[in-house]
């Protein structure tokens, strides 16, 4: 296996201490495991390639790869979120950048890096183009205490991963302003319709977000604190920021661009995503969050 990133300098250490002391200091790189600064060295024969950047930055580094590829390569991401100036999901990007005859995967959580560098048991979802890619790779991922399970529904596991994401950052405010666990169980439970509204309006199935990167993903987002987009609500809620909460965070924090993006795809779709509506509004408007539950709790009563 070979591992490049952007950064040479952060590259160099984990090569000589064999661990990302910045972001997962206690798991061992694993003996098999090569640092490769050159991107050209490091894709050169290689099948499967996986993908881990925000999603802002997922279509500058396929443009990167692109004429480094092998013809008969693979590519998969772990990027979450729509492209903010197109309101693309990934799997649009890939094609529009590598066309459509690749195999391409998307893997999703529910997973927290910490607890899986840590060994402890895992499941996650795979969701690929091509059914013999997801398999291969969920075959070279699970071990004693890893599960991957497969699915052909990327739209829906890109639609979970980023609006998650969003609802996150409005569990994180909720519990920083006191409301409670009614006020968070609410708010995960309705927030599962809207991202289940979304995802279908896009064409995913319905299934898919009562699965591990629907419902699964957004529980365990909303309500540990290992979540970075729970950690900036938390953060607004105290007062913060979004830049000194992005600061005191030391991590992209992907719910912020997601609700901007989120927003847009829905008014484009015409799907009502009332809870993510607020949260936007908190973040680029200004709102303040006790007048926002204010308008959510003020809205005309209807079926479930």
């Known amino acids: 296996m070979h591992l490049w990133g952007r950064d040479p300098a952060q590259l160099e250490q984990m090569a000589a201490s064999r661990v990302n002391n910045r972001y997962l200091p206690d798991a061992d790189f694993p003996s098999n495991l090569h640092i490769e600064p050159d991107l050209d060295k490091c894709l050169d024969g290689i099948t499967d390639i996986l993908i881990s950047v925000p999603s802002h930055g997922l279509r500058e580094i396929l443009l990167q790869v692109k004429p480094l590829l092998d013809s008969q390569a693979r590519i998969s991401w772990a ?3 729509f492209e903010l100036k197109t309101g693309k999901l990934p799997h649009q990007v890939a ?5 459509d005859d690749r195999p391409m995967a998307v893997l999703s959580g529910p997973t927290f890096a910490k607890e899986v560098g840590a060994g402890l048991p895992t499941a996650m979802t795979i969701a690929a183009s091509d059914a013999d890619f997801a398999s291969d790779l969920a075959a070279g991922l699970s071990d004693e205490s890893f599960r991957a399970y ?10 979970g991963g980023a609006v998650k994401n969003v609802l996150a950052i409005g569990a994180g405010l909720s519990d920083g302003l006191g409301f409670g666990a009614n006020t968070r169980i609410a708010l995960i439970n309705r927030g599962l319709v809207e991202m289940t509204r979304l995802g279908v309006a896009l064409g995913a199935k319905q299934d898919t977000f009562m699965g591990l990167a629907g419902m699964g993903d957004l529980v365990l987002t909303c309500t540990d604190n290992l979540s970075r987009n729970r950690r900036m609500g938390l953060a607004l809620a105290s007062g913060m920021s979004i830049e000194e909460a992005q600061e005191e965070i030391q991590q ?19 799907v009502d995503m009332p809870i993510c509506l607020q949260i936007y509004r908190i973040l680029y408007e200004g709102v303040a969050p006790r007048e926002a539950v204010g308008a959510l709790m003020g809205r005309a009563l209807k079926p479930e």
């Open 79 to 81: 990027t979450k979120g």
């Open 95 to 99: 094609s529009e950048i590598l066309g």
């Open 150 to 159: 497969t699915s052909d529904d990327m739209i829906g596991v890109e639609v």
């Open 252 to 270: 992209v924090v992907e719910g912020v661009l997601a609700a901007k993006a989120v927003k847009e795809v829905a008014d484009r779709l015409d």
